[in-house]
């Protein structure tokens, strides 16, 4: 069974660093990770990626700010966010792709940032 199962979110101040961590299990030939948020009364939208050659992405509103990695022997992706803002406040979401066409999600982690 695929699980992918997020961890590190809580609340911190304006100009604050959380690290979100992502761990996944049951996946064989995993290939692309990411991240994605949705904000309260927002769609959902995408932050960041990192390919199976470690190559990345960012969303403009977080290039320079976040720092996605991932450590393939684990299938852990993480996403190091650095100098927060309000409105980075969110669930956060991560995402892997693996096999051929699937993509599976996870359950969610709240980011919270108070000004």
């Known amino acids: 069974q695929v699980q992918l199962m997020e961890s590190g979110g809580g609340l911190v101040q304006a100009g604050g660093s959380l690290r979100l961590t992502c761990a996944a299990s049951?996946?064989?030939?995993?290939?692309?990770m990411g991240w994605y948020r949705q904000a309260p009364g927002k769609g959902r939208e995408w932050v960041a990626q990192?390919?199976?050659?470690?190559?990345?992405g960012y969303a403009d509103s977080v290039k320079g700010r976040f720092i996605i990695s991932r450590d393939n022997g684990k299938n852990t992706v993480y996403l190091q966010m650095n100098s927060l803002k309000p409105e980075d406040t969110a669930v956060y979401y991560c995402?892997?792709?693996?096999?051929?066409?699937?993509?599976?999600w996870g359950k969610g982690t709240l980011v919270t940032v108070s000004s």
């Open positions: 990192i390919g199976s050659g470690d190559n990345t």
């Open positions: 995402a892997a792709d693996w096999g051929l066409i699937s993509r599976s």
């Open positions: 049951g996946i064989s030939s995993l290939r692309g």
